[in-house]
């Protein structure tokens, strides 16, 4: 869990200061992190409140990217099947990409019971939790005080960047990534930020038809 | 001070996310998802996030433009070009985004 934590710290610190940065006060960037926790989709529900899009192309952008934790969520639920409803419910609120990482790595090799596997998802998960709040705490507070000519905002895209560009693993990634950037920029005229969905779901679409018929 | 339109909408989405985080912690006894569902799982991140980067790289001011003023060619996709190179270069996120912030402050006060 601990080489994980570092990166999350500078993302944590740009979640803090986006909102900020388009004119909400410190205390919403707070709320965003502890409501939502994700990060990601933070930063997405930030730059299209900014954009002025609609709240459900807002809610539809916070889904798709964090679809992957439904993958995540099934592959740890067997661990997990026994516990309570509070500490499951805690346990969806907290699934992380890092703690999912980690659990997936070390449940299935270690003899475990359930109150082993519950104290090591809950400490890594309370850690990463403290460490987020407060890189948003500060974000936030940097955020007030930094002058709008530094154009921090610009780091938003610049992170889907690259968190965009490291998913780029086989060709078939590369041509739903190409369709979805191609498609979004196509649409970039379409009310209501129609290409930003037709993008995402058109890039998916190309991605699975690339990898059925290429082999 | 909290504003309320924001909060409706970081709660709203809050409630999203955690439905799909507890979606199979939660529902695993009550339903199963479809091949076809799981099998376009992998490829939601690359299109979602290039989808997502795209206005943001060709919409809007940054805020050099709005505090001294518009140059003829906006800095934005020329610097995310030399983000993106970079991050080809060193596959490593920090490097990224400081060279694609000094990009976009050199590009500015080039054409300034």
Redesign the interface.
């Known amino acids: 869990m601990l080489p994980l934590l570092p990166g999350i710290v500078p993302f944590g610190l740009i979640a803090g200061f986006t909102p900020v940065s388009f004119g909400y006060t410190w205390i919403d960037s707070i709320m965003g992190s502890l409501l939502m926790f994700a990060g990601a989709s933070q930063l997405a529900a930030y730059q299209l409140m900014d954009e002025g899009a609609s709240l459900w192309v807002i809610l539809m952008t916070v889904a798709a990217i964090n679809l992957r934790y439904v993958l995540y969520s099934a592959s740890i639920a067997p661990y997990l099947a026994n516990a309570n409803r509070t500490s499951r419910l805690a346990a969806g609120y907290g699934l992380t990409d890092q703690i999912y990482s980690v659990c997936q790595r070390d449940y299935p090799t270690h003899d475990w019971n359930l109150n082993e596997r519950i104290a090591y998802y809950g400490g890594g998960t309370l850690v990463l939790w403290l460490l987020w709040q407060l890189c948003t705490l500060v974000g936030a507070l940097i955020g007030q005080v930094i002058p709008v000519f530094w154009s921090l905002e610009f780091m938003i895209p610049l992170t889907f960047l690259a968190l965009a560009l490291n998913t780029l693993k086989t060709n078939a990634h590369r041509v739903t990534a190409l369709t979805g950037a191609g498609v979004s920029f196509l649409g970039l005229e379409l009310p209501y930020n129609f290409g930003l969905m037709l993008g995402g779901l058109l890039g998916i679409l190309a991605g699975v038809l690339y990898k059925r018929f290429s082999g | 001070?909290?504003?309320d339109g924001?909060?409706i909408?970081?709660?709203?989405?809050?409630l999203?996310?955690?439905a799909?985080?507890?979606?199979?912690?939660?529902g695993?006894q009550y339903f199963k998802?479809p091949p076809?569902f799981?099998?376009?799982?992998?490829?939601?991140?690359?299109?979602?996030?290039?989808?997502?980067?795209?206005?943001?790289?060709?919409?809007?001011d940054?805020?050099?433009v709005?505090?001294?003023g518009p140059v003829a060619v906006d800095p934005?996709p020329i610097?995310?070009c030399i983000?993106?190179i970079t991050?080809?270069a060193t596959?490593k996120?920090?490097p990224?985004?400081i060279i694609?912030?000094v990009s976009?402050?050199a590009i500015y006060w080039l054409q300034f």
């Open positions: 001070m909290m504003t924001f909060l909408v970081v709660a709203l989405a809050g999203v996310t955690l799909l985080k507890c979606a199979f912690i939660e695993q998802l076809w799981t099998e376009s799982l992998e490829f939601v991140p690359p299109a979602v996030l290039c989808a997502l980067v795209i206005p943001g790289i060709f919409q809007g940054v805020g050099l709005s505090a001294f934005k610097a995310a983000a993106a991050f080809f596959k996120t920090i990224t985004l694609g912030m976009l402050y």
